[in-house]
């Protein structure tokens, strides 16, 4: 029996697209799911079958690698990290607090920078140059690819494009960045709101619809939600952070303390790599800072 991908649920079906024939089929869940307790996800591999009605069954669930709750899809692997270079200019700081909860996700980064267009020619766009070369440098050097994007002129299109296939892949980052317009780009024929339309419409920006994959040409699937949406510590241990840190998380077997918090101990390896210029230091304040909004959030409970 063929196999496919749930891309969409909804009202009781479920849209699967068939690995072989590339259609998507409306399908029902076999009752033994709700027996079980099992429900199926958009993103599960499943196994279905078509009836006779035109219709389809989805016979079997395949093992799922993970499942994200927020949006609620199985089997993401990938998080794409969009954030704009004007309009907003980049944050850091935000940027590594995305990146605290999708490293806590387990889930490959992959850091998209937008509107690299609208750049202006003066000396204000000059300094945003220098900060977004200086941002690549430093996550590249942490372990994440980098991408220079523009949407509206098809810089980095193509790229992105071939690093999304394989993946289940969420786009997350502020509402206004240019999520909506990438995967746009990436999708020709697609057509997301971004936010000039919805404005126009008079709706909020934040319009909670059904979760559905998309398929880019060239394999892979994107959700059309933004992920992590929610952004505070509630649901991290006090350890998880300096984890969630890639390069602390390399260098913490060399702290002389288990469970070592990088901020006052002796010997510790992230404080020494620091004093010598080895951890940057906006990653190291940021991390400071996650730490006391965290304390800071535990008190109140
Ligand atoms: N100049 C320029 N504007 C962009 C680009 N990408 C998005 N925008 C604009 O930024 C605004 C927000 O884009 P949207 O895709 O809705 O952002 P989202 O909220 O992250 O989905 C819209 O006005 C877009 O036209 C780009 O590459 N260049
Ligand atoms: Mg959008
Ligand atoms: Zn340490």
Redesign the pocket.
């Known amino acids: 029996m063929p196999t496919g991908t749930i891309m969409k649920a909804l009202s009781g079906y479920y849209y699967v697209k068939g690995d072989d024939s590339g259609e998507t089929l409306q399908c029902r869940a076999r009752g033994i799911f709700k027996k079980r307790g099992q429900s199926p996800l958009v993103g599960d591999r499943v196994i279905f079958e078509e009836t006779e009605n035109g219709e389809g069954t989805v016979d079997e669930i395949l093992p799922r690698d993970s499942a994200l709750i927020r949006p609620p899809v199985a089997n993401v692997d990938l998080a794409v990290l ?1 954030f ?1 270079v ?2 907003p200019e980049l944050n850091i700081q935000l940027l590594d607090k995305f990146l605290v909860h999708i490293e806590h996700e387990r889930l490959d980064a992959l850091l998209v920078f ?5 750049i202006p020619d003066d000396e204000d766009g000059e300094r945003i140059r220098r900060d977004v070369e200086a941002a690549r440098e430093l996550y590249e050097s942490i372990g994440y690819d980098v991408l220079l ?5 098809g ?1 980095g299109i193509e790229e992105l494009r071939q690093r999304l296939a394989g993946h289940i892949a969420v ?1 997350a ?13 990436l999708v020709p024929g697609l057509t ?8 126009k419409l008079g709706r909020g ?1 934040h319009t909670t619809r059904h979760v559905e994959l998309v398929s880019v040409n060239g394999g892979g699937i994107v959700a059309d939600t ?1 992920g992590f949406s929610q952004l505070d510590f509630a649901e991290l241990g006090i350890d998880e952070i300096g984890s969630c840190f890639r390069e602390f998380r390399r260098l913490a077997d060399g702290c002389k303390f288990r469970g070592c918090s990088h901020t006052h101990e002796p010997n510790c390896a992230v404080q020494d790599a620091f004093g010598r210029g080895e951890v940057s230091a906006s990653r190291y304040e940021n991390y400071k800072s996650f730490m006391t909004e965290w304390k800071e959030i535990k008190r109140r409970y």
């Open positions: 969009v704009s004007v309009r937008t509107k690299l267009d609208r994007t523009s949407a509206h002129q810089e786009f980052g502020q509402s206004g960045v240019g999520k909506s317009s990438l995967v746009n780009a997301l709101e971004t936010a000039e339309i919805s404005d920006k933004p």
